[in-house]
Nanobody, 124 residues
Framework: VQLQASGGGLVQAGGSLKLSCAAS????????VGWFRQAPGKEREFVAGILLQNMRTYYDDSVKGRFTISRDNAKNEVNLQMNSLKPEDTAVYYCGAGRHILSTIRRPSAYGNWGQGTLVTVSS
């Protein structure tokens, strides 16, 4: 499956953005999809993930209560709704997908498919 991430942009602190991860060449049904982000000079870090077999979701503590990951069945997409954005959320956001991911959901190395990244910039 090929992934295409979109929806990034420039927003003021406190604002919202919705990122989308669209799949082609297959369906997400049996995959785990994760959103990660990477700021300049830092490692890629886990933001949120969803097990599409049972719709269970996982979040990093830094985004709990502000970000929501969900699936759009009609569009074969996984979305990340980001509210109450902070300057420290500024990063390139990537979506990843893979099968048989559960305990390793927070590890980038667990994902075999990646989108190209979309830049989110939050100004103070």
């Amino acid at each position: 499956v090929q992934l295409q991430a979109s929806g990034g942009g420039l927003v003021q602190a406190g604002g919202s953005l919705k990122l989308s991860c669209a799949a082609s060449g297959g369906t997400f049904r049996t995959y785990t999809v994760g959103w990660f982000r990477q700021a300049p000079g830092k490692e890629r870090e886990f933001v949120a993930g969803i097990l599409l077999q049972n719709m269970r979701t996982y979040y990093d503590d830094s985004v709990k209560g502000r970000f929501t990951i969900s699936r759009d069945n009609a569009k074969n997409e996984v979305n990340l709704q980001m509210n109450s954005l902070k300057p420290e959320d500024t990063a390139v956001y990537y979506c990843g997908a893979g099968r048989h991911i559960l305990s390793t959901i927070r590890r980038p190395s667990a994902y075999g498919n990646w989108g190209q990244g979309t830049l989110v910039t939050v100004s103070s």
